[in-house]
T-cell receptor
Framework: LAKTTQPISMDSYEGQEVNITCSHN???????ITWYQQFPSQGPRFIIQ???TKVTNEVASLFIPADRKSSTLSLPRVSLSDTAVYYC????????????FGGGTRLMVKP | DGGITQSPKYLFRKEGQNVTLSCEQN?????MYWYRQDPGQGLRLIYY???????QKGDIAEGYSVSREKKESFPLTVTSAQKNPTAFYLC?????????????FGNGTRLTVT
């Protein structure tokens, strides 16, 4: 299972774009990159997932370079309600592997 | 509404007692997982199951036990052998079809042992 490294915390202001990078140097060929958001005392929820290049949905974009050794979650124009912990998970969920999360990035959005 | 239900939300027990946390899903997912989260920390995998009547240990299985008698249910027992059982426990499930199915989490059970 690919080990991931993320910044422990980040600060931003309302309306700014936030980019959170995850390093995963030993990503396997079949691994996908999935990002989750967690609010206090709640379970994490799925944000976005990708395998290569760029993926965009209604809440975020995910940029994955050609070597796939890192990925960047981009949150456009954050608001106070985006204050949360963001986890990057690199795995193939369907392969019967243990799905081990890293420590996540604690994002604080200020007014 | 489809989803994962964990109950109860808060649970209090005396030291030395076993306690079972409930996790039920109606998403028809094959795989289910149990994670433990301590304050300010990430999620650590306790046990997971890919199919009924089969399960595997995660990173921190000592002091815990599980069963998977039905596809919808994956109860976790915190035994008296668990040295520091007070934590936030999260259950998740995922489908094993498709390219890579994301995890769906419940809202957790906060266990306090005194």
């Amino acid at each position: 299972l690919a080990k991931t490294t993320q910044p422990i915390s980040m600060d931003s202001y309302e309306g700014q774009e936030v980019n959170i990078t995850c390093s995963h140097n030993n990503i396997a060929t079949n691994d996908y990159i999935t990002w989750y958001q967690q609010f206090p005392s709640q379970g994490p929820r799925f944000i976005i997932q990708g395998y290569k290049t760029k993926v965009t949905n209604e809440v975020a974009s995910l940029f994955i370079p050609a070597d796939r050794k890192s990925s960047t979650l981009s949150l456009p124009r954050v608001s106070l309600s985006d204050t949360a912990v963001y986890y990057c998970l690199v795995a193939n969920n369907n392969a019967g592997n243990m799905l081990t999360f890293g420590g996540g990035t604690r994002l604080m959005v200020k007014p | 509404d489809g989803g994962i239900t964990q109950s109860p939300k808060y649970l209090f027990r005396k030291e030395g007692q076993n306690v079972t946390l409930s996790c039920e899903q109606n998403l028809n997912h094959d795989a289910m997982y149990w994670y433990r989260q301590d304050p300010g920390q990430g999620l650590r995998l306790i046990y997971y199951s890919q199919i009924v009547n089969d399960f595997q240990k995660g990173d921190i299985a000592e002091g815990y036990s599980v069963s998977r008698e039905k596809k919808e249910s994956f109860p976790l027992t915190v035994t008296s052998a668990q040295k520091n059982p007070t934590a936030f426990y999260l259950c998740a499930s995922s489908s094993l079809t498709g390219a890579n199915s994301p995890l769906h989490f419940g809202n957790g059970t906060r266990l306090t042992v005194t």
